[in-house]
């Protein structure tokens, strides 16, 4: 069984920054791919970010490139997601999930988060 927990989210004003963290346990963290996923209000759940185990390899949606950055620190059993210059579309509730090979399918996901709430204000 795995836990993931996220942490982070809120409100912030356009063109601000957020953090979002999730905290694993429960599975050898570290040989996990760990992933990003949000959904906006009426939307269906989307890719935001995916991270290999070791941290060498990551993708991202073409929508949040050169504004979002996926991390992992497997000494805490931790993904990040730092979020920069943010845009009222990426209002949504972010979830983190893992996985057991990099991909940006969320089928291939087996463990998921309870979603933490991101809102971003004109």
């Known amino acids: 069984q795995v836990q993931l927990v996220e942490s982070g989210g809120g409100l912030v004003q356009a063109g601000g920054s957020l953090r979002l963290s999730c905290a694993a346990s429960?599975?050898?963290?570290?040989?996990?791919?760990m992933g990003w996923f949000r959904q906006a209000p009426g939307k269906e759940r989307a890719f935001v970010a995916a991270?290999?185990?070791?941290?060498?390899?990551?993708y991202y949606v073409g929508s949040v490139k050169g504004r979002f950055t996926i991390s992992r620190d497997n000494a805490k059993n931790t993904v990040y997601l730092q979020m920069n210059s943010l845009k009222p579309e990426d209002t949504a509730v972010y979830y983190c999930?893992?996985?057991?090979?990099?991909?940006?399918?969320?089928?291939?996901?087996?463990?998921w988060g309870q979603g933490t709430q991101v809102t971003v204000s004109s």
């Open positions: 991270i290999s185990w070791s941290g060498d390899m990551t």
């Open positions: 999930a893992s996985a057991g090979r990099l991909t940006t399918s969320q089928n291939a996901y087996d463990y």
């Open positions: 429960g599975r050898t963290f570290s040989s996990a791919v």
